[in-house]
């Protein structure tokens, strides 16, 4: 079993930044993507992110260029980055998880999912 803990949510101004962690246990994650997903209230939950333990990232349109993702192997846990936050960043995100290695955007395809943190950015 897995078991994904997110930390590092709160309240910021518009323009500022926030750091996520995601600490994951459980498996050795060297074969797994990790996924950062986000859902506002009354939305669907989308896509923000993904890593590959062994390299490898891709983003959603709306937060390239702002949002980076990066891992410590040493201590099982990925990093979401935000920068540049706006207030249409507001939602709970979550990280994912799934075995394998080809990066997906599909939030059907990630097994794995942890209780989510809040982010609200205020304008």
């Known amino acids: 079993q897995v078991q994904l803990v997110e930390s590092g949510g709160g309240l910021v101004q518009a323009g500022g930044s926030l750091r996520l962690s995601c600490a994951a246990s459980?498996?050795?994650?060297?074969?797994?993507?990790m996924g950062w997903f986000r859902q506002a209230p009354g939305k669907e939950r989308e896509f923000v992110g993904a890593?590959?333990?062994?390299?490898?990232?891709i983003y959603a349109d709306s937060v390239k260029g702002r949002f980076t993702i990066s891992e410590d192997n040493a201590k099982n846990t990925v990093y979401l980055q935000m920068n540049s936050l706006k207030p249409e960043d507001t939602a709970v995100y979550y990280c994912?998880?799934?075995?394998?290695?080809?990066?997906?955007?599909?939030?059907?395809?990630?097994?794995?999912w942890g209780q989510g943190t809040q982010v609200t950015v205020s304008s």
């Open positions: 994912a998880a799934k075995s394998g290695v080809v990066l997906t955007t599909d939030v059907y395809e990630y097994d794995y």
């Open positions: 459980g498996r050795t994650f060297s074969r797994y993507i």
């Open positions: 890593i590959r333990w062994s390299g490898g990232t």
